[in-house]
């Protein structure tokens, strides 16, 4: 295994070796695939090093740095140990001897290593902050020194953590004092520790405690004046969005706005109104809504089929995409509503205030909107269908029988029908005069291609249902039905499709299912002469199909069988 330390580091080759010089490997035994060993760090990590002709061609650790995909140090140590192999006197420093134990103390402490080289990746800001937490601040300066020696870019990462403890402990600690010191010391504060962030790159955190800032003045009641560094807070915040990036934008705004809306300090609530309107113009999905209304303008606002018909021209998907950004921006329900009064050429808005009136039981105002809409919408036949549905809902509201049954007919014969239940219901409101001059209307639509069977067995036309009965699944479907009206015709309907399937069957499945479906006559009257019958037929008309006479026979014989069973 030579070369082998090219898959490391130089900084995980230095802490494996020295775990293998403090006999952490605690155990290595050779497999067929290569080497197993256990390795004591916080826990004891197991490593799979696979071999294939002297080179390592793969290698595993149960550690967390190792989940990755990195080459950790408990590999590492397992090779030392196993290849014998030191680190040049120049690459390796004794100071590296007390490191071993380090490593231990803050895996037991912090749950996780805290010296890896490239622990970002599963180490973040929170989780930093989190474990600084548990310190003092006296403590948390002692660690930074540690880390900056080792690791200098974790040590940014909980300097940067740091710092902003320290910052919000300073905050809280402004409005213990007398408040007359407040507006001096406040002012110190943005001049610093928020400016700070800010200059840092921080600008998140710098709103995030520009907010905390505005809310301990809101719960901390005051008589002396501080507008002038509310006002200042109020620019810092504008100017750390504005330097953010475009993906944070919306998040900050949004958490100023929170901010804001749960204030009770009068003279908060006052200079907060021009700071609003300044802040909503950051959010980055207010540039969208400008976009959408330049979409939007592009088009004619006279119909929404302007030209061709069949053909929307408007962008209907932006006007609610843009109804949706304004309620996530916060816009009030008068903006919202002027704005769709603004658009109400387009169905989508006119259907929205139909479905909002039905909702509130104002069935009469929901009718005005549908009269206006087919007017408007007279060539399109998806929305006439639609808003004839809104009409049913509307007149059943107000217990309307007259139009509504008018509304049910014009449904039921112009849309395509599965069900019987519009047809139940009018049924039930019509006069039996009414209901018989219907019929034959609504058998002669195309929407009641799906219904036509039901129907007419409904109103016992028993001969026009055969006459439609035209394929053998739809015999299977009706069967049952098709028996009561009458029950012989039923019968020579069925031999009539079996005579059929028996011309063009081939297979042996198609025999098969044949012969189950002619055993079916033995329930109609005479049945079993008419299968003794058929049968026959078919073993002199079929006699040059083997697979049939087969099936066949094999089905005589059990039908004889059941018969005789039956008849004991």
């Not at 061609?57 to 196993?82: E, I, Q, R, W």
């Not at 302007?306 to 209907?316: E, K, L, W």
């Not at 259907?351 to 039981?361: G, R, Y």
């Amino acid at each position: 295994m030579k070369n082998w330390q090219r898959f490391f580091r130089t900084r995980i080759l230095e802490r494996g070796y020295g775990y293998a010089r403090n006999d952490a490997v605690l155990s290595i035994k050779e497999t067929k695939q290569g080497y197993r060993a256990v390795v004591s760090g916080s826990e004891n990590y197991d490593v799979l090093i696979e071999v294939k002709n002297g080179k390592i061609v793969d290698m595993s650790c149960s550690c967390p740095y190792a989940d990755s995909g990195n080459s950790c140090k408990h590999m590492a140590a397992v090779l030392f140990v196993l290849t014998g192999d030191v680190l040049d006197e120049e690459e390796y420093d004794d100071d590296y001897e007390d490191e071993f134990e380090h490593d231990r103390y803050y895996e037991d402490r912090y749950g996780y290593d805290m010296y890896e080289d490239d622990s970002e990746h599963y180490i973040d800001e929170y989780d930093l902050q989190e474990s600084i937490n548990l310190l003092t601040l006296k403590e948390a300066r002692e660690l930074l020194y540690e880390f900056s020696m080792n690791n200098h870019r974790l040590a940014e990462k909980v300097i940067s953590a740091a710092e902003k403890i320290e910052s919000r402990h300073r905050l809280l600690c402004i409005f213990e004092h007398d408040t007359k010191y407040w507006g001096k010391q406040l002012n110190t504060f943005l001049s610093a520790d928020v400016t700070g962030h800010i200059n840092r790159g921080d600008a998140k955190f710098a709103v995030e405690l520009l907010c905390e800032l505005l809310k301990l003045m809101d719960e901390k009641k005051t008589d002396f004046d501080l507008s002038e560094v509310i006002q200042r807070c109020f620019e810092m915040i504008i100017s750390a969005i504005e330097n953010s990036a475009e993906y944070l934008k919306s998040d900050m705004v949004v958490q100023c706005q929170k901010m804001i809306n749960a204030f009770k300090n009068e003279s908060l609530l006052k200079l907060s109104d021009a700071f609003l309107k300044e802040l909503r113009e950051l959010d980055p999905r207010v540039k969208k809504l400008h976009e959408l209304d330049h979409l939007i303008q592009q088009v004619s606002k006279q119909s929404e089929c302007p030209t061709v018909i069949g053909i929307s021209y408007q962008p209907v998907e932006a006007v609610l995409y843009r109804i949706d950004l304004m309620k996530e921006l916060g816009y009030s329900r008068e903006e919202i509503a002027a704005y769709k009064a603004e658009m109400r050429h387009f169905s989508v808005i006119r259907c929205m205030e139909i479905k909002e009136a039905l909702a509130e039981n104002n069935a009469s105002k929901a009718l005005e909107i549908v009269a206006e809409s087919r007017k408007l919408d007279r060539y399109d036949k998806s929305l006439q269908k639609q808003y004839n549905q809104y009409a049913i809902e509307a007149y059943r509201m107000l217990n309307d029988e007259v139009n509504l049954i008018r509304e049910m007919k014009n449904w039921v014969l112009h849309t395509p029908q599965f069900g019987l239940d519009y047809i139940h219901e009018l049924r039930h409101m019509m006069s039996p005069k009414e209901w018989d001059d219907f019929v034959p209307k609504l058998l002669k639509s195309d929407s009641a291609a799906g219904i036509r069977i039901e129907l007419m067995i409904e109103a016992g036309m028993k001969d026009e249902v055969f006459a439609q009965i035209q394929f053998y699944h739809q015999f299977l479907k009706y069967e049952d039905e098709l028996k009561e009206l009458d029950i012989h015709k039923a019968q020579e309907r069925l031999i009539e499709f079996l005579e059929n399937m028996a011309a063009q069957a081939s297979k042996r499945d198609e025999y098969r299912n044949l012969f189950y479906q002619l055993m079916k006559l033995g329930y109609y009257p005479g049945g079993h002469d008419e299968i003794y019958r058929i049968a026959q037929n078919w073993k002199i008309m079929y006699k040059k199909r083997p697979a049939m006479m087969e099936e066949l026979s094999f089905a005589f014989r059990k039908w004889k069988f059941l018969k005789q069973c039956k008849e004991s």
